[in-house]
């Protein structure tokens, strides 16, 4: 399984069930930590990377995350495909949660100096002044990692990048969840993989660790910069790939899992096999 996480998604609360089920569950987690973070591989690590996952026995199972922007293995002659996963956000609140974890750190670790430390601007008074940290272009993430390693995928407001994540997403992920109902995405991913994320559900509703990372100091944005930038074609784009991957989310949820007495649950198999022939003797 790859994680290839969008940074601000609620990944390091999602990344932290999969190490604390691989010990009892018998996988390996490994992160892919990229150079100052480049979620763009050069082409002979695209090729040592798909080479160490599909022929690295020793570790598989193997559940791999990082912010990384997808990679279509087939592409490199692999045997075989890994199942890719990943979690999307409203573009807004993704933009404003790292515009101040770059300011303010989280309390996961609150000690640790963050790029933007010292800047006391808000994300208000960012947009209003034109500043460079909230400018439209910082819209442009979900979709280029979606899209891949293609220079298409990386031109902020490519209609092309917004077809090929669609693409992606729909024929290269298992599943992909949003935000804003992750009890949902790990319910069902638990029900799907239980190889991996056996005991996921009861892990996140009851553990430590299940909303363990917080942007420290976030303030909500007023209504006047949501609109400024919601002008933006860049936010169109970006929100239209949003929209798109709710949709396949709620359609995907639909038919696995129904809430009762305000509690949900995972539906049993709705299937079996019949006639089957020729008759054992």
């Known amino acids: 399984?790859?994680?290839?996480?969008?940074?601000?998604?609620?990944?390091?609360?999602?990344?932290?069930?999969?190490?604390?089920?691989?010990?009892?569950?018998?996988?390996?987690?490994?992160?892919?930590?990229?150079?100052?973070?480049?979620?763009?591989?050069?082409?002979?690590?695209?090729?040592?990377?798909?080479?160490?996952?599909?022929?690295?026995?020793?570790?598989?199972?193997?559940?791999?995350?990082?912010?990384?922007?997808?990679?279509?293995?087939?592409?490199?002659?692999?045997?075989?495909?890994?199942?890719?996963?990943?979690?999307?956000?409203?573009?807004?609140?993704?933009?404003?949660?790292?515009?101040?974890?770059?300011?303010?750190?989280d309390d996961y670790r609150p000690a640790l100096r963050r790029r933007k430390q010292g800047d006391k601007k808000t994300f208000d008074e960012c947009v209003s002044s034109g500043g460079p940290d909230c400018a439209p272009d910082k819209l442009w993430l979900q979709i280029p990692f979606f899209c891949g390693h293609h220079p298409e995928c990386w031109a902020a407001g490519s209609r092309w990048a917004l077809q090929q994540a669609k693409f992606n997403l729909v024929n290269e992920y298992l599943l992909v969840g949003v935000t804003e109902e992750l009890e949902d995405f790990v319910m069902i991913l638990e029900a799907a993989l239980p190889r991996f994320f056996r005991g996921a559900t009861e892990l996140y509703r009851t553990g430590k660790k299940s909303h363990l990372r917080k942007t420290t100091d976030k303030k909500p944005p007023t209504k006047e910069t949501i609109t400024k930038l919601q002008q933006s074609d860049i936010w169109k784009i970006e929100n239209e790939f949003y929209e798109f991957a709710l949709e396949q989310f709620q359609f995907a949820r639909a038919h696995a899992v129904r809430e009762r007495d305000g509690e949900l649950y995972v539906l049993a198999q709705s299937f079996f096999y019949e006639k089957i022939y020729p008759k054992a003797n």
């Open 1 to 105: 399984v790859i994680y290839n996480r969008v940074p601000k998604t609620a990944s390091t609360s999602f990344t932290n069930i999969a190490y604390d089920l691989c010990g009892k569950n018998g996988f390996h987690v490994l992160h892919i930590n990229t150079t100052k973070n480049n979620p763009v591989m050069s082409l002979q690590d695209q090729v040592r990377f798909v080479r160490n996952v599909t022929s690295w026995r020793e570790m598989k199972p193997a559940f791999y995350h990082g912010h990384v922007a997808y990679l279509d293995f087939s592409k490199y002659g692999a045997a075989g495909k890994p199942m890719y996963i990943n979690v999307v956000r409203d573009p807004i609140e993704r933009l404003v949660s790292y515009y101040y974890f770059l300011r303010f750190g």
